[in-house]
C-alpha cells in the first residue's frame, strides 16, 4: 500500500448541509481530536492503570473574511448567533476528509489599517463523534 501525503492545495472546509459548499477564502485547518483518559490506583501497585474514557473534538479554520449575502462565512454567522449546529467537513483531498458536526464557539475578525485583508479564525466545538470518510 503506497503512503498518502496531503499538500495543502487540496484542503478546504465546508460547512452546512450534506451538500454543503466549501468556505470560501479559508487557507488552514486544525481538527483536534481528543479522549479522556482514566486512572486506576489500587493499594498495593506501583503503577498507576489507564483506561480510555470519552472522546472529543475540536476545529480551528482561518482564512480572509467575506461576509457576502448567501456566502459560506455569512452563513456562519447566522449559525453562531443561532446556536446553531452545523455538519463540518474537513477535506484532506478531493475524496477524504474529517466530518462531524459542531457549534461555532467563537469568531474572530480582525483588520489593520497597514493594507492587509481582514481575517477571520473560526474556533468549532464538537458535538457528537468526527468521522473520516472516504468517498468515491
Not at 499538500?7 to 459548499?21: C, D, E, H
Not at 452545523?86 to 458536526?101: C, D, H, S, V
Request: glycine fraction near 14%; hydrophobic fraction near 40%; aromatic fraction near 10%.
Amino acid at each position: 500500500m503506497a503512503n498518502e501525503i496531503y499538500p495543502g492545495l487540496t484542503g478546504s472546509i465546508k460547512a452546512g448541509a450534506v451538500t454543503a459548499a466549501a468556505i470560501a477564502h479559508m487557507n488552514g485547518w486544525n481538527l483536534s481530536l481528543n479522549r479522556e483518559i482514566g486512572e486506576v490506583i489500587s493499594f498495593g501497585v506501583d503503577y498507576k492503570e489507564k483506561t480510555a474514557g470519552i472522546k472529543d473534538w475540536t476545529a480551528d479554520c482561518d482564512g480572509f473574511a467575506d461576509f457576502s449575502t448567501g456566502g459560506g462565512q455569512d452563513a456562519l454567522v447566522t449559525a453562531y448567533e443561532a446556536g446553531t449546529p452545523l455538519l463540518f467537513q474537513f477535506y484532506l483531498n478531493a475524496t477524504k476528509y474529517f466530518e462531524g458536526t459542531g457549534i461555532i464557539e467563537s469568531l474572530e475578525i480582525s483588520q489593520s489599517a497597514d493594507g492587509d485583508a481582514a481575517e477571520i479564525s473560526i474556533s468549532v466545538a464538537g458535538s457528537g463523534g468526527a468521522t473520516l470518510e472516504v468517498g468515491v
